[in-house]
Structures are given as C-alpha cells and as structure tokens.
C-alpha cells in the first residue's frame, strides 16, 4: 500500500508529516510502501487527516489525526506521525471479538460493518453522525477503548 497528499497528522503512515506527491521526486517507485507489518489490505478509507484499512485477517487499523478518538485506540494521540509507530506498532481496532466486512470513514468518525450487519462507530460525534442516538464521543479514552461503547 502507498499513500500520497497531506500528511500533517501522520495519516499517510509513514512516520513522518511530510506531504508527498507534490514533487515528481516523491511518487512512482520513489513512494515508499507503508509498514503494515505484511498484513493483506482488503480496502481503505481515508478521512481529514486520519486513514483506516480492513486487512485479509478482517481486522481493522486506522493511524493519521485522532482528535476525537477516530482511531479507536483508547486515546487522542496521533499515530503514524513519527517513527516505531507503524507495522508491529500500530494498533488493531478492538472489535469486541467481530470481524470487519466493510469499513467507512468520515471526517473524524470510523466506521465498521460485521458480516452480519452489525455496524460500529467511534470518533467525533457532536451531531449524532455515530448513529448512537446520542451527541458522545467515542474511542478517545481509556474506559472506551472498544468502539463497541
């Protein structure tokens, strides 16, 4: 997997915040491959600032901006902005035991589909886009470190 644009937060995931792709220099076989520790990239989706992906094994990551706990890692620090926090570092999604069939991101809020249709959000929620029927945030502290709050 490559990725290229703005990379202010890390959400290329090359342990950096540098942008890429604004320079010949910097695309074609000069754009690196993330570390994703050889895991099997199904799909990705990318939202401001942060990128998800589903991989073979249905499991999900996400690394870029985590404002408001987008990342669904327990916390609201970036990931993949700096070195050793891509590939065997970078955190697999809690599911609360379910596997991922599809992904979606918006803004700053991820979201997972199970194969049985079940659906999880976390991240930024200030206008009910979680679909939880509330305004809370969720995935941006310890105590909501599964989506599944």
Not at 57 to 73: A, E, K, T
Not at 77 to 105: F, H, K, R
Not at 138 to 144: I, L, P, Q, S
Request: charged residues 15%; hydrophobic residues 25%; aromatic residues 6%.
């Amino acid at each position: 997997m490559k990725c290229w644009g703005d990379n202010s937060s890390g959400g290329l995931g090359y342990g950096d915040t540098n942008d890429r792709g604004d320079d010949p220099s910097e695309m074609g076989d000069y754009l690196g491959i993330l570390n994703l520790d050889g895991k099997g990239v199904l799909s990705t989706q990318s939202g401001d600032g942060h990128t998800c992906a589903l991989f073979d094994d249905n499991q999900m990551s996400c690394w870029g901006l985590n404002d408001y706990g987008q990342l669904g890692v327990g916390t609201t620090a970036n990931q993949g902005d700096a070195s050793g926090e891509m590939g065997s570092y970078l955190s697999t999604i809690n599911l609360g035991g379910q596997n991922a069939s599809q992904i979606s991101v918006g803004s700053h809020h991820s979201i997972m589909v199970n194969p049985s249709g079940d659906v999880k959000a976390w991240g930024r929620n200030e206008n009910g886009q979680l679909g939880y029927g509330d305004t809370i945030v969720r995935g941006d502290a310890t105590e909501d470190s599964s989506p599944n709050s």
